[in-house]
């Protein structure tokens, strides 16, 4: 029985283990307007990138087409996820590949109970009993410092910005997708939060985990340290490096890049 | 038929006076600043990117009843209404129908009515999307005042929505009076009780509009009578 | 309504309702004097009882038909069969069902029995257990629950009382049909200060009677007491008879509590006109759950008039129109007392080209000092073809009510169904969960039998609307 586990347990890893996120020559247009420019990036499983720029230079853009989002048209380019073609995935499929993408600005749901929520979207990435499901809900519950109580409100109705952050950071501690994408996970966060954020998805490094981080402000990049740093201007990666950017881009802000 | 038409590409033509009929041809804008008369009957049409503000204030009217038509025709039409009404007494009857026809049209309809003595308002305003209507948007906010024991207030606001693609329809009507808690806060901050209440009406009244001066002399001798 | 095959005899003893005698006996379509009287003999009623259904028959043939609400010209009433006896209705065949109700009950896993009951094919639906041991609690608590037509022959003096004094038969020009050609509903009286504790379901006491077009019901909650009513259900019920005119009177006394919860889905070409009421005296509390699922035209504004000082009125609203169907309905209160407060609350969902009408009255009169209402209607449109219309009718004449009214209408959000979407759910399931998340405050008040199978219903809906 065990054996059995595990050995399909490591298979599901290894099929994980080769994905690499290939974003080629992308172009992508909101209502027309061309927001991304020929973008090109590569996240090889195990690494976390950050993505760090002005306000307005299309990092949210770039999380919201790797997740599916309808609004924005992909106009030239291509994105890779392992051996599929993400372009041709609606959303869900794209989170049954494995990606998860933290909202800046999560959707509150009328009605719907958030552990309620929470079970369902689980279940559609594993199989699990409502009984092992709970234990893994009250484990990541503790894990952010919360008590259970903040499962049993309806889903992001009435949360405040904090409380926002957390309850996407709930979700991919239960998810366990192997691309997370992280957008301006940071913003509205008090240094508490903030450490308490980074330090758990730190926690979730693995050779076969990868992270995009959207960062405006360097400060969560501290807990999290990304192995590459890539600034995005008017749509287009205008530098990459490691973490000398950050430091930078810290006494610096944005200015030296605009040549 | 008493017509006034707003020609092409007219920008913030104040009017007073409009006969039955108002066209506001296409990107066009244009103010409207009722003085109110009794018995009208008025349709207006805004053509493509057309935009009309009207401010209604009608402070004391004996007898009145009004019907207004407003048909969003053009594409990006934007209509906003702010109508304040202040009755003693009589029979006073306001009918508004907001009918979208054109693409993200906009309207935004703000009523505040405040009645005295025996006044008897009706407020029947309409909203209306047509299947046409893709991405219009619709709001309609009344806020109904008793001030006195022998007013009557009868709110009918209809909403019809023929298509989904909406993106926002939505009214709000309420009828309240002049909070206890409220009063007494302020005048245990030694105002009188009539100084309290005609500060509160007031202040609905400003919240309504930012042009609110050369009107405020007369709501402040409506207030003055104020029990 | 449904037929049923012959009632056996051991059904008859066991259940002891009054039937009268079995003579095969079917009114002629069309309603006259003659039919009404007909009907009166078959059950053995009372002088007094006759005298009503005359009376009400007259004001029927002189009242015009409404001009609002949903389109009623093609009622034929010189087209229906007014009283059929059940021992006389032919039984239905299985393979005669629609094949949609067949799938409903298909997908809703509704089990063997239960289908060929509501489908109208099978024997009686089998309740026996429960229903006589609930019936031995009841009688000791003095509390009567039965059929009634029973209960003008048992218990003539309460229905003499009430009956038709919270919807006499000149209110509208369907209570006026329903008075002259009743027949079957549910009649309840709870005694002083009794709290029934189990919510009382039509189902128990059900026969072929119950479902019928014209049912009449009649609740009498005596002071301090409690109870709970259920009817109907949320799987699709085939009923054969194009209108359904029922009429619920609802008598609230001094601190009594009343709680009424319909669920409807008929399935077929049905018109579904019902006028429910309910007098809330001191302190009392009047609340009405009512789903709207299915037929072909619902007109339906449960109503509470609070004459009595601190009254209390709750309305739950939910109504789901699809294809070919138009739900007209909403709620009505009617302040007469002072300290009394009210709530509404609607929601609707319409699809594939369904409307839902929204229709309310608030009417606070002269002397309602201090009262407090609050009214919201929310409605979903989730396609191009649907329509969503309110009216609601707002009357204050008291200076100091305080009342507050919001509608909005609009569709799913497309940032919601990407967010969910995002997360592994497909679309059918994120509007689903969306919907669900939208009548939730109407569920939630459901017990939780009735609230599973209303999911479920949802969820098959939007997996039909996505495919």
Redesign the interface.
Known sequence: MLRERLSHLLKREQTKMNKTLTIKNLTVEVEGKPILKNLSLEIKPGEVHAIMGPNGSGKSTLAYVLAGHPKYTVTSGEIFYGEKNILALKPHERAKEGLFLAFQYPQEIQGVGFAHALYMMTKAQRNLTPKEFQAELKQAVQTLHQDTSFTQRQLNVGFSGGEKKKAEVLQLLLLKPSLAILDETDSGLDHDALELIGKTINQLRTPIFSSLIITHYPKLLQYLKPDVVHILVNGTIVASGKHELIEKIESQGYNWIKQ | MNTLIVPEGTQHLVVQEIGEELIVEKNASCIWVDKPTANKNIKITLKENSQLKRIIINIDPKQYREEVTYILEGKKAKLQEKRLILTNHGENYNKIFVNHIGEETESDIQIRSIQKGNSRNTIHAFLKVEQSGTNASTNLNSQTLLVEKQSYAQVLPGLEILTANVKKARHAATTSNLDEAMIFYLTSRGLTEQEAKAMIVKGMVESLFEETTEVMPQVEQWLSSIQ | MTQTISINEQYKEKYGFSVTDESIFKTAKGITEETVKEISKLKNEPAWMLEKRLHALKLFFSKPMPTWGGDLTKIDFNNITYYLRPTDKKAQSWEDLPEKVKETFDRLGVPEAERKFLGGVGAQYDSETVYHNLQEDLEKQGVIFTDTDSAVQKHPEIVKKYFGTIVPSADNKFAALNTAVWSGGSFIYVPKNVKVKIPLQAYFRINAKNMGQFERTLIIVDEGAEVHYIEGCTAPVYSSASLHSAVVEVIALKNAKVRYTTIQNWSGDIYNLVTKRAFAHENALVEWVDGNLGSKLTMKYPSVYLVGEGAKADILSVAFAGANQHQDAGGKVVHLASNTTSRIVSKSVSKAGGRTTYRGLVKIGKDAKNTKVNVRCD?L????Q??????????????????????????I????L??????????A??MS??V??????FTKELPMEYAIELNKLMQMEMEDAVA
């Not at chain 3, 449109?381 to 191009?384: A, C, P, R, S, V």
């Not at chain 3, 959000?413 to 919601?416: C, N, S, T, V």
């Not at chain 3, 990407?418 to 679309?427: A, D, I, N």
């Open positions: 409605a449109l989730l396609d191009e649907s329509r969503s219309d309110t009216y609601p009718v707002m009357q204050v004449e008291a200076e100091d009510a305080l009342l507050a009214h919001e509608a909005t209408v609009g569709k959000g497309e940032e919601q990407f967010y969910l979407t995002s997360r592994g759910l497909t679309e399931e994120a969960m969306v669900l998340g939208f009548i939730s405050e």
